[in-house]
């Protein structure tokens, strides 16, 4: 079974600062992809950055990154230069392939980021 | 490209009454799911539908859920009858497949009174 653990509930960043969201894993599988998705107040899952198990360059997308560890197993999230817009809940997710052969996400409880001015 | 759409954005129920919600999934995307997501909470999965078949409602509680996918296209989850601990936010998805991102739609607020 798949596991994804998020320890932190909130955090708090003043704008322009870097900030690291943390999330561990537990798995079985060799092939498997983690995901981090962002969730404002209106509710919407947005996808922001996704690494596979067998990339070994670390994901970046814009002002985010991925800092992948796998014999750690871990898949933080690095945020640079926060923005207002970026208060939200954030979510790790790890995709594996199930009984039935197909994939499926597995969510972590989530991480509060509030960006202060 | 059109997202991922949902209706109706909000339902207020009382328990033991019926709901059901709608998605239809960005065009060409084979592979549909139904995730409750209670206040607090990560998304969880219901129910995984490729193409018009189900490949995973292992966590769906059939005893009051049903949802179908007819032609392969849009969806609908149901909830008959509804009870209190089914009041969450119920967020449809699609991929093309593999390890893909999925795409969320606005999600169902679902409240039992």
């Known amino acids: 079974a798949q596991k994804i653990t998020q320890t932190q509930p909130g955090m708090f960043v003043q704008e322009k600062e870097a900030v690291t969201l943390d999330c561990t894993y537990d798995?079985?599988?060799?092939?498997?992809?983690l995901f981090w998705y962002k969730q404002p107040s209106s509710g919407e899952m947005i996808f922001l950055i996704y690494?596979?198990?067998?990339?070994?360059q670390n994901a970046t997308e814009g002002r985010y990154s991925l800092n992948f560890q796998k014999a750690r197993k871990s898949a933080n999230l690095v945020i640079s230069a926060s923005q207002l817009g970026d208060s939200a809940m954030y979510f790790c997710?790890?995709?594996?392939?199930?009984?039935?052969?197909?994939?499926?996400?597995?969510f972590g409880k989530g991480t509060m980021l509030l960006v202060s001015p | 490209e059109a997202g991922v759409a949902q209706s109706p954005r909000y339902k207020i129920i009382e328990k033991r009454q019926s709901v059901a919600f709608w998605c239809n999934p960005i065009?060409?995307?084979?592979?549909l799911y139904w995730y409750q997501q209670i206040l607090g909470q990560g998304p969880k999965l219901l129910i995984q539908?490729?193409?018009?078949?189900?490949?995973?409602d292992s966590q769906l509680p059939k005893d009051r859920f049903s949802a179908e996918r007819l032609k392969g296209v849009d969806s609908t989850l149901k909830i008959q009858p509804a009870k209190l601990e089914d009041s969450a936010v119920y967020l449809c998805?699609?991929?093309?497949?593999?390890?893909?991102?999925?795409?969320f739609g606005p999600g169902t607020r679902l409240t039992v009174t």
């Open positions: 998805a699609s991929t093309p497949g593999g390890y893909h991102e999925q795409y």
């Open positions: 798995t079985s599988d060799q092939s498997y992809g």
């Open positions: 690494q596979g198990s067998y990339d070994e």
């Open positions: 997710a790890m995709s594996a392939r199930r009984d039935s052969g197909y994939s499926t996400l597995t």
């Open positions: 065009s060409g995307h084979a592979t």
């Open positions: 539908f490729q193409n018009n078949g189900v490949v995973d």
